[in-house]
């Protein structure tokens, strides 16, 4: 079992930045990938930003160049740095770690809500 904990949502202007950070607790060993999804009002999830356990990352276009996921091993934290916000970035933001041993899970976090207003 995998315990998610999001935090540092809120509400900022656009143009702004905000910071999210995920702490991860339980049997990490079993963790392949953790990333970062969104789900805007009346939309479906999408994929934000997700980092391997090599460090490789990835993004979705919509936020290349103003996203940034990292992931401190000693406090077993992923975070999301989230620059030039725009109010196409609301949502909630949910973080995610993947399973892959014994099988295949998807664990997620409760949730974060990030308003950006214009």
């Known amino acids: 079992q995998v315990q998610l904990v999001e935090s540092g949502g809120g509400l900022v202007q656009a143009g702004g930045s905000l910071r999210l950070s995920c702490a991860a607790s339980g049997s990490l060993f079993s963790i392949s990938n953790m990333g970062w999804y969104r789900q805007p009002p009346g939309k479906q999830r999408e994929l934000v930003a997700v980092?391997?356990?090599?460090?490789?990352?990835n993004y979705a276009d919509s936020v290349k160049g103003r996203f940034t996921i990292s992931v401190d091993n000693t406090k077993n934290t992923v975070n999301l740095q989230m620059n030039n916000l725009k109010p196409e970035d609301t949502a909630v933001y949910y973080c995610?770690?993947?399973?892959?041993?014994?099988?295949?899970?998807?664990?997620w976090g409760q949730g974060t809500q990030v308003t950006v207003s214009s």
């Open positions: 980092i391997t356990s090599t460090k490789g990352t």
């Open positions: 995610n770690a993947k399973q892959v041993s014994p099988t295949v899970y998807d664990y």
